[in-house]
């Protein structure tokens, strides 16, 4: 019997790039079974899907449940149905003929690898996607000989990193129902830091496979404007939930925001006394969640499925 590959890909709104993606995942040289999870998408993405690509199986959301839950679903499904590995492709991706094949190869010799990530390139193949390289150079997440050894030629199986974003990973089964499903807690962005460090936590690596590659057309997104105050409570709830840090670790992060702001109030410096104050504020306000979720992802387990 062979390895049972399914593909997750969560829609909305992006017809623009179905074409290719779909299209990819049909030219792979092993064969994948597609499951998509459209998040309640305003324009014709349904009926655009079940045209093009009658071979997918639709799960079609009433309300957008967010990257997270949306491929949740898709997690469990594609568990019931017997998957030995997971893919999980962004809408705005797609792959290789040989994509699938060498990351099941690299992971059969390398099974420690709770995700693995080809290399993301921009849509026309010409370089690294700019994403990427800001993680690759970053060398808090990867080692140095990532870079020397892709310049010089000299390329391993597998390079160790402690974070890719969620564009498209590989995760085997196993891994799964270790970890379980995306955390609640994060509704979009974030939800990737999160399940990265459970991946670490539970003993499994994170690894890029420099031997292949998807393309990511980050370029064409419509980019809106977000408030930098929202963007900074998910990483506030990412770094308190992440259970590489203490148990306590919500308290300590508490005290020292509520240090911070009785400093900056007997010095006069009112902006980032309001900063750290407003920290404080929502740090005791998701404290109860923060605590909930720390709990549940300890344990091993499909959790959130």
Not at 81 to 91: E, R, S, T
Request: with cysteine; charged share 25%; aromatic share 12%.
């Amino acid at each position: 019997m062979g390895i049972k590959i399914f593909v997750i890909v969560v829609t909305y709104n992006g017809k623009q790039w179905y074409d290719k993606c779909f299209r990819s995942l049909r030219a792979s040289a092993m064969p994948l079974d597609v499951i998509v999870i459209d998040n309640a998408s305003s324009d014709d993405t349904i009926a655009y899907i079940k045209n093009n690509f009658p071979e997918v199986k639709l799960i079609e959301s009433e309300v957008n449940l967010g990257f997270g839950q949306a491929n949740n679903k898709g997690l469990r499904y594609a568990l019931d149905a017997g998957a030995d590995y997971v893919f999980l492709l962004n809408q705005d991706a797609w792959i290789e003929p040989n994509t699938i094949e060498g990351l099941v190869r690299t992971h059969q010799n390398n099974q420690a690898y709770g995700i693995l990530s080809p290399i993301h390139l921009n849509a026309a193949k010409t370089e690294i996607e700019k994403g990427l390289i800001v993680y690759l150079a970053a060398t808090r997440h990867t080692p140095n000989d990532l870079i020397s050894d892709m310049y010089l030629g000299y390329k391993k199986d597998v390079y160790d990193t402690n974070y890719v974003n969620a564009a498209a990973w590989f995760i085997p089964r196993r891994a799964i129902e270790t970890v379980g499903g995306f955390d609640p807690l994060f509704f979009h962005y974030a939800e990737d830091d999160n399940y990265l460090s459970r991946v670490l936590y539970h003993g499994f690596k994170v690894g890029l496979v420099p031997s292949v590659t998807i393309c990511h057309d980050t370029e064409r997104r419509l980019v809106k404007n977000k408030k930098q105050e929202s963007t900074f409570d998910k990483w506030l709830l990412q770094r308190a939930s992440d259970l590489r840090y203490p148990d306590n670790q919500v308290d300590l992060m508490i005290r020292e925001y509520l240090k911070n702001a009785l400093v900056k109030c007997i010095t006069f410096r009112r902006k980032t006394f309001v900063e750290n104050f407003r920290n404080t504020l929502f740090l005791i306000k998701n404290k109860s969640k923060i605590l909930y979720s720390r709990k549940v992802n300890k344990k091993e387990g499909l959790s959130w499925l």
